[in-house]
């Protein structure tokens, strides 16, 4: 039993009711992913920055490079989910959203994320 709230979606519900996604939702309450992405949060980053290394070598996400035509909008929906759950993580534990569509130039993921500021 998790002592972090259920992720709340209508959009994604078929992909987070997965064993995948069940594990990343876990993996983004750790304390570890909270953290890391508080701090680069604190800095003007996008959170998704401090855990894309994370996400690629535990096997939630490939490197965009690699990605097939026929995978590429899967892939696409599997970004957007990561993004609507790292809002909720980052909400649950005092940020708020900052700006979206930040470009990340040199994520080997991403080409957008959203960065938050504490609510504080």
């Known amino acids: 039993m998790s002592n972090y709230p259920n992720f709340e979606t209508k959009t994604f519900s078929d992909i ?14 750790e304390a570890i992913s909270i953290n890391r992405m508080a701090a680069v949060s604190d800095v003007g980053k996008p959170a998704l920055l401090a855990i894309e290394s ?7 996400i490939s490197e965009r490079d690699s990605v097939s035509g026929e995978h590429k909008a899967q892939f696409d929906r599997l970004k957007q989910m990561l993004g609507a759950m790292v809002r909720q993580v980052m909400e649950n534990n005092g940020y708020q959203l900052h700006s979206n569509n930040v470009k990340v130039p040199n ?14």
């Not at 987070?16 to 309450?29: H, T």
């Open 16 to 29: 987070y009711q997965s064993s995948k996604g069940q594990e990343i939702w876990d993996f983004l309450n």
């Open 54 to 60: 994370l996400l690629i070598k535990k096997g939630f």
């Open 107 to 120: 994520s080997k993921v991403f080409y957008s994320a959203s960065s938050y500021k504490s609510k504080e």
